[in-house]
């Protein structure tokens, strides 16, 4: 049965989520058409760019990010507050930037900007707008649906009306859902190595650490968004560990764990099959949450449930 996802993703609370959005009948969005041949490759770009303009007006921290051909990840974590926080300027222009008029000229963006001003009900329905996990989704996906269309000169649904959403209950269970997001390309057979997995935030942030070097070092930030949750790891063992693990899931190592694990492994989780295992679960061993057993016993309990899918793997991978 199909229960409300505000369950799960509670509107005033902050939460940490990984997100997935899929095209109707898994058509080709993006990608090449099997059917007419067409590439529609180019339109990854319009999702990834789409992703970073949504990170700068929603009170949220994307974490990680996939856009493939036929559906689109996310790792985000999302602080309804903040938006509270927001003076109504500022909620005015982050809307106007969000859906510029249709005559794009500064007079045109200001005299919308004006409009929303002298009308406190539409800004405070925008203010709980800009901090709302399903209206997030909702601007990121709708826009790119109508320019696809107007490319195809049709009308009609690109994506599924509901997205997969999962609580992701500790830092462990969001470095594992971003391990998960960042190595899709390559489990999905079209990228062999993290540079060459293109509209990918690993791609990214890689790109990011070559021309600034020193990125390495730092601590581990959102790759777009206006909060700054640090992750207690560097950008540098990230990606060291996104090597390992990646080579470790591959098709033709599948089951066999690598002896030479980075060091950060053993500090995340308790050895280096549990932490494979923990990635590869938000295949299908996750369900509506993630995160340690103590976690999702008391996510079902809130939730008036005896029992949370994951639970035992959870207790297993301690």
């Not at 590439?39 to 303009?53: D, G, M, P, T, Y």
């Not at 900007?113 to 989704?137: K, Q």
């Not at 601007?139 to 599924?160: M, Q, S, T």
Request: charged share 25%.
């Amino acid at each position: 049965m199909t229960r409300p996802r505000s369950h799960i993703a509670p509107p005033d609370l902050v939460g940490t989520y990984h997100c997935v959005q899929r095209c109707v009948r898994r058509a080709f969005l993006c990608g090449v058409d099997h059917y007419s041949g067409r590439s529609f490759e180019h339109r990854k770009a319009w999702v990834e760019a789409r992703i970073h303009l949504v990170a700068e007006c929603y009170a949220v921290a994307i974490h990680a990010y996939a856009v493939m051909s036929n559906h689109l990840h996310l790792v985000l974590r999302i602080e309804p507050a903040e938006a509270s926080a927001w003076s109504d300027e500022e909620v005015a222009s982050r809307w106007v930037r969000l859906f510029p008029p249709r005559e794009d000229t500064e007079a045109a963006i200001e005299h919308k900007r004006m409009r929303l001003l002298v009308d406190p009900a539409r800004l405070s329905l925008i203010r709980r707008r800009l901090g709302s996990l399903s209206w997030l989704m909702r601007c990121l996906v709708e826009p790119i649906a109508r320019r696809a269309n107007r490319e195809d000169g049709c009308k009609g649904r690109f994506w599924e009306g509901r997205y997969k959403c999962q609580a992701l209950c500790d830092e462990r269970s969001v470095l594992a859902a971003m391990a998960y997001v960042d190595l899709n390309p390559i489990r999905a057979g079209i990228a062999d190595r993290l540079e060459a997995s293109t509209h990918t935030s690993v791609a990214t942030r890689i790109a990011i650490a070559k021309s600034s070097p020193a990125m390495l070092t730092r601590p581990l930030k959102p790759i777009a968004g206006n909060l700054s949750p640090d992750l207690n790891l560097s950008t540098a063992d990230y990606l060291q560990l996104l090597d390992w693990t990646g080579r470790t899931l591959a098709p033709d190592k599948r089951g066999r764990i690598a002896q030479n694990a980075p060091a950060i492994v053993s500090i995340i989780d308790r050895n280096p099959a549990c932490w494979t295992t923990r990635v590869a679960a938000y295949g299908n061993g996750w369900a509506r949450a993630a995160g340690s057993a103590q976690n999702l016993i008391a996510l079902a309990e809130r939730l008036g449930q005896r029992w949370l899918k994951g639970i035992r793997l959870a207790a297993n991978l301690g």
